[in-house]
């Protein structure tokens, strides 16, 4: 049995099931495919940082995941076969030339500040070896991409490290 979904005839009209929304339908060249961890607790830290970049929002390739860069930084897996397929889709369709990795205090993704029993300048150390090891695994298997850079987000802004 074959069924049909019928699109309403006055669709743009039904707010309960339409949302307007314009965009080029033009393909874009990406600024940047940025690796982001996906607590809502930094959603408005993301979008500051796209702007305060000087990044168009509608030119970003976003890899949201549990720990952000976290994934690439591990051993193999499910996790970083996703966030690297995914870099390799926003290379491909988007001709990315930068990778922006970041990660978190407090990641649950690492079992939060307690993990480290609440040591800031342990956890920033972590932090920082596991960006390394996200750089060196993204320069490995994209030597095409000229620019890696890493965040560190903590609840009052974004350093680069």
Same mark, same amino acid.
């Given at each position: 049995?074959?069924?049909?979904?019928?699109?309403?005839?006055?669709?743009?009209?039904?707010?309960?099931?339409?949302? @307007?929304?314009?965009?080029? @339908?033009?393909?874009?060249? !990406?600024?940047?495919?940025?690796?982001?961890?996906?607590?809502?607790?930094?959603?408005?830290?993301?979008?500051?940082?796209?702007?305060?970049?000087?990044?168009?929002?509608?030119?970003?390739?976003?890899?949201?995941?549990?720990?952000?860069?976290? !994934?690439?930084?591990?051993?193999?897996? !499910?996790?970083?076969?996703?966030?690297?397929?995914?870099? !390799? @889709?926003?290379?491909?369709?988007?001709?990315?030339?930068?990778?922006?990795?970041?990660?978190?205090?407090?990641?649950?993704?690492?079992?939060?500040?307690?993990?480290?029993?609440?040591?800031?300048?342990?956890?920033?150390?972590?932090?920082?070896?596991?960006?390394?090891?996200?750089?060196?695994?993204?320069?490995?298997?994209?030597?095409?991409? @000229?620019?890696?850079?890493?965040?560190?987000?903590?609840?009052?802004?974004?350093?680069?490290?």
């Amino acid at each position: 049995m074959t069924s049909t979904l019928e699109m309403p005839k006055d669709i743009e009209n039904d707010a309960e099931t339409f949302i @307007k929304f314009e965009s080029s @339908k033009e393909h874009y060249k !990406a600024e940047a495919c940025i690796v982001w961890c996906y607590d809502a607790r930094f959603a408005d830290l993301y979008n500051d940082f796209i702007l305060e970049r000087g990044f168009s929002e509608s030119k970003i390739d976003a890899v949201k995941g549990a720990g952000g860069a976290q !994934a690439l930084a591990g051993e193999s897996g !499910a996790d970083r076969d996703v966030a690297r397929s995914q870099i !390799a @889709k926003s290379i491909k369709l988007h001709h990315t030339e930068r990778v922006i990795l970041m990660v978190h205090m407090d990641c649950g993704g690492y079992g939060g500040s307690k993990a480290f029993n609440d040591d800031r300048q342990g956890e920033w150390d972590h932090h920082g070896a596991e960006l390394r090891k996200a750089t060196a695994f993204v320069q490995s298997e994209f030597p095409e991409i @000229k620019e890696i850079e890493c965040w560190l987000a903590d609840f009052d802004g974004a350093r680069r490290i």
